[in-house]
């Protein structure tokens, strides 16, 4: 999509610190994060969110579930824990609209929603 800030960032058109990419899936650090580990996972195809998934697209959230385990491997965050999260709409607290996952770790997390 052309507005799109993460498309963007898929295409190389934005500038990112990327710790994970594949054929489907890529991810990088947010830019303001809010952990010592703060990535964002998204795929490579534009979905808007989790209601544009379709039977057609919906293994994607197979390769983000996958990706996450290998990127909290490869951050050092897979033994003691970390979370994701995924807004899914405006009232959720979602700013872009491209499916994405936030891996979040590096702290003691609460019960507090983020």
Aim: aromatic share 6%; with cysteine; net charge negative.
């Amino acid at each position: 999509m052309q507005d799109c800030v993460f498309c963007k960032i898929v295409e190389r058109q934005l500038p990112s610190t990327v710790v994970y990419e594949d054929d489907k899936v890529m991810a990088f650090n947010d830019i303001n994060p809010v952990a010592p580990v703060h990535v964002i996972i998204i795929p490579k195809a534009h979905i808007a969110n989790v209601n544009e998934l379709t039977e057609s697209n919906a293994s994607v959230m197979g390769d983000i579930h996958l990706a996450a385990g290998k990127i909290a491997e490869k951050l050092g965050v897979a033994d003691k824990g970390y979370r994701l999260i995924n807004n899914c709409g405006a009232d959720a607290g979602q700013t872009v609209f491209h499916l994405h996952y936030h891996l979040i770790a590096g702290v003691k997390l609460g019960p507090k929603i983020i």
